[in-house]
């Protein structure tokens, strides 16, 4: 069992930055791949970024690709969103998600996730 909470989101103007954390609680965090999603007004949730769980491997979805920047720190139990160059198409609910198997490398939207944390609001301004 995995349990996680994000912050860090809120107001930022086009073209600035923020930093999304997630902080996960549970003995076997350092060994599932984890992932951050966004759930936009009136659309689906779209998968945004993944990392492995040694956080060697990464994938990002185009839209985000070259300005968002996912990483870890296991030691700290925490996963990172680092938001630069917003735009205000990235206005969304950004949740942090973990996979269900342990030592997985595959980290694309496909993927299965199994625990999820309650979302943080991020609102890029024009």
């Known amino acids: 069992q995995v349990q996680l909470v994000e912050s860090g989101g809120g107001l930022v103007q086009a073209g600035g930055s923020l930093s999304l954390s997630c902080a996960a609680s549970?003995?076997?965090?350092?060994?599932?791949?984890m992932a951050w999603f966004r759930r936009a007004p009136g659309k689906e949730r779209e998968f945004v970024a993944g990392?492995?769980?040694?956080?060697?491997?990464?994938y990002y979805a185009d839209s985000v690709k070259g300005r968002f920047t996912i990483s870890r720190d296991n030691a700290k139990n925490t996963v990172y969103l680092q938001m630069n160059n917003a735009k205000p198409e990235d206005t969304a609910v950004y949740y942090c998600?973990?996979?269900?198997?342990?030592?997985?490398?595959?980290?694309?939207?496909?993927?299965?996730?199994?625990?999820w944390g309650q979302g943080t609001q991020v609102t890029v301004s024009s």
């Open positions: 990392i492995s769980w040694r956080g060697v491997r990464t």
């Open positions: 998600s973990a996979q269900k198997q342990p030592f997985t490398t595959v980290v694309g939207p496909t993927t299965e996730y199994e625990y």
């Open positions: 549970g003995r076997t965090f350092s060994t599932r791949a």
